[in-house]
């Protein structure tokens, strides 16, 4: 490759690059909510372990009641959400694997005008990512505040316990 090239070359490098990035850190979003879905198998056995259920029931107390379908409230909308964010999201690709699309943009073209080609697609693919990527990682964010939201709720209905 003659010297002529060498910037888009570059920028083309650094494209993949990026693109490459934008898929792992797609993994890693659907790794972390798969990983919360895990955990949040122990708040479960929180309600078992601390017997927020029987003391909402026994005890009859409104704040218990309330406890209890507040907690499961919450717990519901977690999985949902962590369930959603495990889920793949659909990642651009910088071109469609089809041959009329490879021969429109690639046939009887020459190097520069190809590389050109080629850079354009990964950043369009890449803009496109970006919101997808923006809103995987929206939806961990509100999950582990969420998982938050149930532990604080489930010491406080233990200990409320113990205190009435």
């Not at 590389?115 to 950043?123: E, G, K, M, P, W």
């Not at 929206?138 to 938050?148: A, K, M, P, T």
Request: proline residues 2%.
């Amino acid at each position: 490759m003659d010297n002529t090239n060498f910037g888009l070359s570059t920028m083309f490098d650094e494209a993949q690059k990026q693109l490459g990035r934008q898929f792992k850190g797609s993994a890693v979003l659907r790794d972390h909510a798969k990983t919360i879905i895990g955990v949040s198998s122990v708040v479960v056995s929180f309600f078992a372990t601390f017997k927020i259920f029987d003391n909402a029931a026994i005890k009859s107390n409104i704040l218990f009641v309330s406890l209890f379908f507040l907690i499961a409230l919450v717990y519901g909308i977690l999985m949902i959400l962590a369930i959603r964010a495990a889920t793949p999201f659909s990642l651009e690709g910088p071109i469609n694997p089809k041959l009329e699309v490879y021969s429109e943009v690639y046939a009887d073209k020459d190097e520069r005008t190809i590389l050109a080609n080629q850079v354009n697609l990964y950043l369009n693919a890449i803009h496109e990512n970006e919101k997808v990527i923006k809103e995987q990682s929206r939806l961990s964010n509100i999950v582990d505040y969420l998982l938050g939201i149930v532990v604080i709720l489930i010491i406080i209905s233990t200990i409320l316990s113990v205190v009435l």
